[in-house]
T-cell receptor, first 114, second 115 residues
Framework: DAKTTQPPSMDCAEGRAANLPCNHSTISGNEYVYWYRQIHSQGPQYIIHGLKNNETNEMASLIITEDRKSSTLILPHATLRDTAVYYCIVRVATGGGSNYKLTFGKGTLLTVNP | EPEVTQTPSHQVTQMGQEVILRCVPISNHLYFYWYRQILGQKVEFLVSFYNNEISEKSEIFDDQFSVERPDGSNFTLKIRSTKLEDSAMYFC?????????????FGPGTRLLVL
C-alpha cells in the first residue's frame, strides 16, 4: 500500500468546515483512498473512501486531485464531537490476503474548538 | 444500526496469566479481525480470520496468541501467557467480505492491563 503523509494536528472552529489534507504521491491506479477516524480511545470509525472521483456521504466529502497524489477530507460543519484522530489510508483494490488489513499511520488530530 | 461488541471493556491481569478477549461481530459479516493499540501509538493489525481459518497474521501475532470462533456469534482472542508489553487496547473488527472495498466495522475495544 502506498505511503500517506498527514499533518500531525489541526484546529477548527465549531460550525466551520474542517479540511484535512493527505498526501499519497506514490499511489497507484488500483489503490483507493480511505478515511477513518478515532475518537479518543474508541474503535476506529469508517468515514468515506474513493478512487478518483469526489465522493460525499452523510459524514463528509472526499476531494481527490486529478493526479490522485493528494486528497482532502471535508467535514462541512464541524462539531465538538468531531474532535478525533483522522487517518488517511491507501489500499490496493485487487487481490486478497494482505489486502484485507488496514494499515494505520499516525493520522491528524483534529481539535474542534467552541 | 448493527455494531460490533466487545467484552470485557477493561481487563487487568497478572503477567503470565491467560486472558481471553471476546467479540461479537456484526451478524451477517464473514471476515473478522483483531487490532491492538498500545497507549499513544498507532493502531496495529494482528490477525484476520475467515471460514474458521487465519487469513493473515502480523509479526506481533506469535505463538502466544490464538483466535477462535467457538460458536456462530463469538470471536475470541486468547493470549496464553501475558507479558507487560501486551498491555494495550484490543479492537475487534468485522466486514461482510474480505475485499478491500468492504468497510471494516470496529468494536469499542478492550483495555488490557498486564501487571
Amino acid at each position: 500500500d502506498a505511503k500517506t503523509t498527514q499533518p500531525p494536528s489541526m484546529d477548527c472552529a465549531e460550525g466551520r468546515a474542517a479540511n484535512l489534507p493527505c498526501n499519497h504521491s506514490t499511489i497507484s491506479g488500483n489503490e483507493y483512498v480511505y478515511w477513518y477516524r478515532q475518537i479518543h480511545s474508541q474503535g476506529p470509525q469508517y468515514i468515506i473512501h474513493g478512487l478518483k472521483n469526489n465522493e460525499t456521504n452523510e459524514m463528509a466529502s472526499l476531494i481527490i486531485t486529478e493526479d490522485r497524489k493528494s486528497s482532502t477530507l471535508i467535514l462541512p460543519h464541524a462539531t465538538l464531537r468531531d474532535t478525533a484522530v483522522y487517518y488517511c489510508i491507501v489500499r490496493v483494490a485487487t487481490g486478497g490476503g494482505s489486502n484485507y488489513k488496514l494499515t494505520f499511520g499516525k493520522g491528524t488530530l483534529l481539535t474542534v474548538n467552541p | 444500526e448493527p455494531e460490533v461488541t466487545q467484552t470485557p471493556s477493561h481487563q487487568v491481569t497478572q503477567m503470565g496469566q491467560e486472558v481471553i478477549l471476546r467479540c461479537v461481530p456484526i451478524s451477517n459479516h464473514l471476515y473478522f479481525y483483531w487490532y491492538r493499540q498500545i497507549l499513544g501509538q498507532k493502531v496495529e493489525f494482528l490477525v484476520s480470520f475467515y471460514n474458521n481459518e487465519i487469513s493473515e497474521k502480523s509479526e506481533i501475532f506469535d505463538d502466544q496468541f490464538s483466535v477462535e470462533r467457538p460458536d456462530g456469534s463469538n470471536f475470541t482472542l486468547k493470549i496464553r501467557s501475558t507479558k507487560l508489553e501486551d498491555s494495550a487496547m484490543y479492537f475487534c473488527a468485522s466486514s461482510r467480505k474480505g475485499t478491500v472495498l468492504e468497510t471494516q466495522y470496529f468494536g469499542p475495544g478492550t483495555r488490557l492491563l498486564v501487571l
